[in-house]
């Protein structure tokens, strides 16, 4: 299973921005999709996730400006990011946690990451 995630760039503070994240390969069913995101230096930090009910969870920091989604049938997640600021600056990855085919008699665990998309927010 890979993810491709996109829609990172540049952006001013007060800005917006949407990324996307998109699965591909033999996947049976995915679970949990979550945004990470690191500073250069600092521990990668868990943004928001998703559960495969819709039951959404964010980082303080986050709460009220960013709203992850998602869309089973295009294997997507999504993130939503408003009135950005520069402290929301860092390379933001997509993760998601599932099943996938392996064979006809085995549905093994993935968890997968994309390979990370990077956002700066100027003052």
């Known amino acids: 299973v890979q993810l491709q995630a996109s829609g990172g760039g540049s952006v001013q503070a007060g800005g917006s921005l949407r990324l996307s994240c998109v699965a591909s390969?033999?996947?049976?069913?995915?679970?949990?999709v979550a945004w990470h995101r690191q500073v250069p230096g600092k521990q990668r930090e868990l943004v928001a996730d998703?559960?495969?009910?819709?039951?959404?969870h964010y980082a303080n920091s986050v709460e009220g400006r960013f709203t992850i989604s998602r869309d089973d049938a295009k294997n997507a997640v999504y993130l939503q990011m408003n009135t950005l600021t520069p402290d929301d600056t860092a390379v933001y990855y997509c993760?998601?946690?599932?099943?996938?085919?392996?064979?006809?008699?085995?549905?093994?665990?993935?968890?997968?990451w994309g390979q990370g998309t990077l956002v700066t927010v100027s003052s």
């Open positions: 390969g033999p996947i049976f069913r995915t679970n949990t």
């Open positions: 998703i559960a495969r009910d819709g039951l959404t």
């Open positions: 993760n998601a946690r599932g099943l996938y085919v392996r064979d006809s008699d085995h549905i093994p665990a993935f968890n997968a």
